[in-house]
Each structure stands twice: as C-alpha cells, then as structure tokens.
C-alpha cells in the first residue's frame, strides 16, 4: 500500500509501486490518471483501479476539490483546521490507500453549494485546463478517465469537469491522451440515477472481484454514505443494492481514428478483459 505525501491542495501524496507487473504495461505505456470533482467519486471507477493497480499499473487520484459542498453544518467547522485535517480529504487519502493509488492530488478549488443546490467551483477555464495537461504530463499518463457527459446525476461541477478534461485530450493541440468516461450506459446495465444515459459503453468491466476495495472505499467516506447509496435511487438503497447495481462498470471512449483503438486494446491489456459494451451481461 501507497504510504505518505498524499497531495492535500495542492499537496501531493505519493506512495511506492505495488511491485507487481504486467507484461511491461506498466513501464512502456505509463500509468492511469484520474479527475474526479470530489472526494468519493472515485467510486465510481474504483473497479477499474483496482484491477490496473493489482497488476502494478500506477494510477494516479486528481481531486478537483476537498467536497467542502458536501459537508454538514457541524464538520463544516471544521474548515477553518489547516486543509490535512478537513474531513473529506482524509476519508480520501483513506480510500486512496486502500486502491493502492501511487498518488492523490488534490487541486486548489473549493467546491461549494448555491442557493439552487449543487454547483461547480469557480474557476479559470484556461488556466485549469493548463494544470489537467501539466498533471497528465507529469503523471506520464498513458491514459485519462473521468466523469461522464451528464455528470453522471447531472452535477454542474461533473458536467464542467468532464468537458475541461475531454477538451485537453481530445481536442488540443500536443495533449491528445486516451480519454475513458465511467458510467457509461449498456442496453443491459442495472438500473442506477449515476449512469450517464448519453454515454455508450465502449468497455464493459467486472467489478466483482475487486468487490472488497470497492466496499473498502465506500467505507472510507463515512461522511457521505448517504450520498452513494442515492446514486442507485434518489430515494436512497441498501448497501447491498448499491454494490450489486455497481458490480459491472461502463467505459465510454472519446477518441477518433488510432487513439481510439489505442485506448480500447490498452483497456483490455491492462484489465484482462474484452471490450463491447453492448454485450449482454448475466445478473
């Protein structure tokens, strides 16, 4: 497991290699780097880290914001400790160190609630796509995963995240990298308010047996265990319910032409796994 300098905001915490290989996967064609808008959202792909870090495939956490949003009345007092100690970011160091992630960063961006409800920071679009290039240069990515177009539940910060990052993949010049999206949809996906609806599976991945990293994670955002279990209803679900509408991940693929192709057999080397993600799939 990943010990020490997890990034707090701006702050980089960076752990040693599983010391596992695969097939110099991980040597010649880098790592996994991941954007997320909050603490817990990684979630969401923690399957998929699971199975590249089992294989000693770096993956490295980029946390947009602390989720100062989604905290109640009474941790958000807390804010005024120094950044390590508020508690969002430490459940994620948490579920960082259970995924043996190689680093997480944090960046500088305070997420926040309006008046209306939900909300994405404030923030300079040319400059924050200059830091998501920098961190995939410096991370030596060898592939991007983030939110889904919707937002996955329709989250304004999800929405503007996806779209900063697509663009700095996909459409700038000298920045092009593999861009897979989670949540992704399949005609026989289980039912869940996450999936992005817009969003074909390219890739369809079993996240069962990395089912207790997964638990692992949930476990570790103690703060908002609420939160994931709505993601199956609004409503709310058990545990049980959330796993089981979770235990297959969808990818979608954003590139054209060679990228394209080369993200898709990437997927499958690193993951062991085929790709279609209209492929039926047994409950």
């Not at 209306?116 to 290039?133: C, H, M, N, R, Y």
């Not at 961190?135 to 503007?160: C, I, K, N, W």
């Not at 069962?208 to 570790?220: A, E, H, I, T």
Request: charged fraction near 25%.
């Amino acid at each position: 497991m990943p010990t020490g300098n997890f990034d707090l905001g701006g702050e980089v915490m960076t752990g040693p290699s599983s010391g596992r290989t695969s097939r110099g996967s991980a040597s010649e064609l880098g790592g996994l780097i991941v954007f997320t808008a909050h603490p817990d959202d990684e979630f969401f792909c923690a399957g998929l880290i699971g199975a590249l870090t089992h294989r000693g495939i770096p993956v490295h956490l980029v946390c947009w914001t602390g989720g100062e949003g989604g905290m109640s009345r009474r941790t958000r007092l807390l804010l005024t400790l120094p950044k390590r100690f508020h508690p969002r970011r430490i459940e994620m160091r948490r579920s960082a160190r259970h995924l043996g992630a190689t680093s997480l960063t944090f960046l500088p961006y305070v997420d926040y609630r309006s008046k209306a409800g939900l909300a994405a920071p404030v923030f300079d679009s040319t400059a924050l796509k200059q830091e998501i290039a920098d961190l995939m240069t410096q991370r030596e990515a060898g592939m991007v995963v983030t939110h889904g177009s919707d937002g996955d539940y329709g989250h304004p910060a999800h929405q503007v995240l996806h779209r900063l990052v697509r663009e700095v993949c996909c459409e700038a010049k000298g920045t092009s990298r593999p861009l897979l999206t989670f949540n992704a949809n399949w005609a026989s996906a289980p039912h869940a308010r996450c999936l992005n609806q817009s969003d074909r599976a390219d890739c369809v991945l079993d996240s069962r047996p990395y089912r207790r990293q997964k638990l692992q994670v949930f476990f570790s955002h103690r703060t908002q265990v609420g939160v994931l279990k709505s993601m199956v209803k609004e409503s709310g679900s058990s545990l049980r319910e959330l796993m089981h509408a979770t235990r297959y991940e969808g990818y979608h693929c954003w590139n054209e032409g060679p990228l394209r192709e080369q993200a898709l057999k990437r997927f499958q080397d690193w993951t062991g796994t085929g790709s279609g993600g209209d492929k039926e799939i047994s409950s």
